[in-house]
């Protein structure tokens, strides 16, 4: 390792103690330019398509290579990420697309510089709503009246209603990063304060305890435990992150802005105070001045992305609240209004 050194917080030299002359001087220096961050390339659909695949290959050889229930489970997940997309795509959210994670679901992503609650509560809701209202409607069509339909079709209806219902409430439980987890995070917590990371551990151990004892019936649900470890990394970069913020912003430097709107000395001043401060991933960047771009400036760029703020609208008054926790709760009801019957749950 280059350099073992921890990711620490120093309050840092830079612009520090300025006497008038110097002061003069570093107002009248001009500043490279930023880079430009990188044109991503959008193979967004490309990502999909090869995350589908993986899914399907490997949801046919844990279902015994039975194609019919794959595809019922496959054409569920799609519709419920579906309605997430269609819902992102109204309210001008850029670069979406859905990645589909094996014997997990999916999730359908985007970039907003603006987050509103309510849009936010839309959002959420309109994965998990569509695809139990369908199934509502299934159940329906497959009860007795309708038993003139050939047994087959009868049949694949029936499942197909049954775990449209179960899978999308399943879905809406408090648990983070399901839908209703999100839920309750969005509407009642916040990502960076003490409850809500408290709320993320707990799902992230829930999670994990649950994989373990799939794992020991089937040693592929160990694999899984990525993702609950993946959600604790998560947790403690942000934690490191949000200290840094502060490093930043005592300096009297806006990150509530887009990268485009940042100016190149603000640049050049947040990419000292990440060196400065042993971000991970700048360990191979030098601090200016002088004022040279590094092979590695695309980590810089990357790393002041990172950090610039999203501003998150709280536009969901109590009366808002009530009636999306009344439709909350309302779905955890309808498999006992219909009186389903879930054998697979009962299995010992």
Request: aromatic share 14%.
């Amino acid at each position: 390792m280059e350099n073992d050194q921890p990711f620490s917080l120093q309050p840092g030299n830079e612009n520090s103690e300025r006497n008038p002359d110097e002061s003069s001087l570093q107002d009248s220096f001009v500043y490279p330019p930023k880079p430009e961050p990188e044109e991503k390339k959008r193979n967004v659909w490309i990502r999909s398509i090869s995350s589908l695949a993986l899914y399907l290959l490997i949801a046919y050889y844990f279902f015994s290579a039975n194609w019919i229930l794959v595809l019922i489970l496959t054409g569920i997940v799609v519709f419920h990420e579906l309605g997430h997309f269609l819902a992102m795509k109204i309210y001008d959210y850029k670069e979406l697309g859905i990645f589909f994670i094996p014997l997990l679901g999916a999730y359908a992503s985007g970039t907003k510089r603006e987050v509103s609650q309510k849009q936010s509560a839309i959002i959420l809701l309109a994965g998990p709503m569509p695809g139990i209202f369908l199934g509502i409607i299934l159940y329906f069509i497959t009860n007795d009246r309708f038993a003139d339909l050939p047994y087959q079709t009868f049949g694949l209806l029936r499942i197909a209603a049954t775990l449209l219902i179960f899978l999308n409430v399943l879905n809406l439980l408090p648990v983070y990063p399901l839908d209703g987890g999100q839920l309750v995070n969005r509407l009642f917590l916040d990502d960076t304060n003490f409850i809500g990371k408290i709320f993320v551990l707990l799902s992230a151990l829930a999670l994990g305890y649950f994989l373990i004892r799939l794992g020991m019936t089937n040693s592929f649900f160990y694999v899984l435990l990525i993702f609950p470890a993946m959600m604790l990394v998560r947790l403690v970069t942000e934690d490191k992150n949000e200290k840094l913020t502060k490093v930043i912003e005592a300096r009297g430097i806006n990150l509530e802005k887009t990268y485009e709107e940042l100016t190149d000395e603000e640049y050049w001043r947040i990419r000292n105070l990440l060196i400065e401060n042993n971000y991970p991933t700048l360990r191979n960047v030098n601090p200016a001045p002088p004022y040279e771009y590094s092979a590695y400036e695309d980590k810089v760029v990357t790393a002041i992305e990172n950090l610039l703020q999203r501003t998150i609208i709280q536009d969901l008054s109590w009366f808002g609240k009530v009636i999306i926790i009344l439709i909350w709760v309302g779905s955890f009801a309808v498999p006992f209004l219909l009186k389903m019957d879930l054998p697979f749950i009962h299995r010992g």
